[in-house]
């Protein structure tokens, strides 16, 4: 049985952070990367930030310097730190793993997902 849950989610000001939290039962993560996703109000969903089972970690250029991924092995818990959110953040937020290749694999485990909302 392989479970994928989000936590963390909810409202905040633009300038403000959350913490959400991912954790995972069911596979081991050594030979997986686990990335997190979201999905923005009237576009598809994207990867912005990924780390893999041996410390790579990917980031896309509009959270590079706001966001931070870590990954706790003793818990089974990916974290994303969000700090200096804007609204244009706003949206529902996804972890999942895929088989360990780079962050370039396919992603097969999926959480429901937890919404972020940011305001003006």
């Known amino acids: ?47 912005f930030a990924c780390i893999t089972w041996d410390d790579d970690i990917y980031y896309i250029d509009s959270v590079r310097d706001r966001f931070t991924i870590s990954m706790d092995n003793a818990t089974n818990t990916l974290y994303l730190q969000m700090n200096s959110l804007k609204p244009e953040d706003t949206a529902v937020y996804y972890c999942a793993a895929a088989s360990s290749g780079d962050c370039e694999g396919d992603f097969g485990y999926w959480g429901q997902g937890t919404q972020v909302t940011v305001s003006s």
């Open 1 to 47: 049985q392989v479970q994928v849950v989000e936590s963390g989610g909810g409202l905040v000001q633009a300038g403000g952070s959350l913490r959400l939290s991912c954790t995972y039962s069911g596979f081991s993560f050594e030979g997986y990367d686990m990335g997190w996703f979201r999905q923005i109000p009237g576009e598809g969903r994207e990867g």
